[in-house]
């Protein structure tokens, strides 16, 4: 029999517990689910999110994989005690609510909705903003959450910049890598969006002097 272990923020076992069921119900497994863990020496799989139980994974001998509940897996890949498969999320609905997100800011900054929402003291400004195809994006991260809204933003004929640690190739996006591609990125941004996970290469990622065609970075 499987042994699962749900190692999440107990406010969350409510929330997943029926999922979770009936996604291993789907499976056909022999399996039991618990948010209870009594011997830890028997668990196959953690089903984890950070702010659960588990901070060592040690004692979890014969485990075979965490599945993190969350896409971006920064909190825990630098714990020293996994040394087994990590699973991050991977989801449609993730990629959808990102892409909306971040299509969402970069028209608000791209159209100065914030200037209208907040209020013109009734005096009208015809300022027109330019056309999409002339203000250009920058997208730091280039993997799934990435690509999903660089390429959408390309579809309202943003010229966009992609930067990521190794090359990446997408149709109508100007994919950049290393340094210099970095630099590139950040000097012609003029709304810049963050996708890169917090870990050890990115949390002190050098920026360069801002462009100055690039008074407000985002």
């Given amino acids: 029999m499987i042994q ?51 901070k060592n994974f040690t004692a979890f001998s014969r485990a075979k994989a965490v599945l993190s509940l969350w896409a971006g897996v920064e909190r825990i890949v630098g714990n020293d005690t996994l040394t087994i498969p990590l699973a991050r999320m991977v989801d449609r609905g993730l990629s959808e609510g990102m892409r909306e997100w971040v299509t969402g800011h970069v028209l608000r900054h791209h159209l100065g909705m914030d200037r209208h929402i907040l209020g013109l003291n009734g005096q009208w400004q015809a300022e027109a903003p330019p056309l999409a195809r002339n203000r250009t994006v920058g997208i730091l991260g280039l993997g799934a959450l990435g690509q999903t809204c660089a390429a959408a933003l390309a579809a309202l004929n943003f010229n966009v910049l992609g930067w990521s640690r190794r090359p990446k190739d997408m149709p109508g996006i100007t994919c950049l890598s290393g340094d210099d591609g970095l630099n590139e990125v950040l000097s012609n941004a003029e709304i810049l969006v963050l996708l890169l996970p917090q870990t050890a290469p990115t949390r002190h990622i050098r920026m360069p002097k801002r462009s100055p065609n690039c008074p407000k970075a985002r």
């Fill in 4 to 54: 699962v272990l749900f190692c999440a923020p107990m406010a969350d076992w409510a929330a997943y517990q029926t999922p979770l069921r009936r996604a291993l119900d789907e499976t056909g497994l022999n399996y039991t689910l618990s948010a209870e863990c009594t011997d830890p020496a028997k668990v196959d799989y953690l089903v984890y999110a950070p702010g659960g139980p588990v």
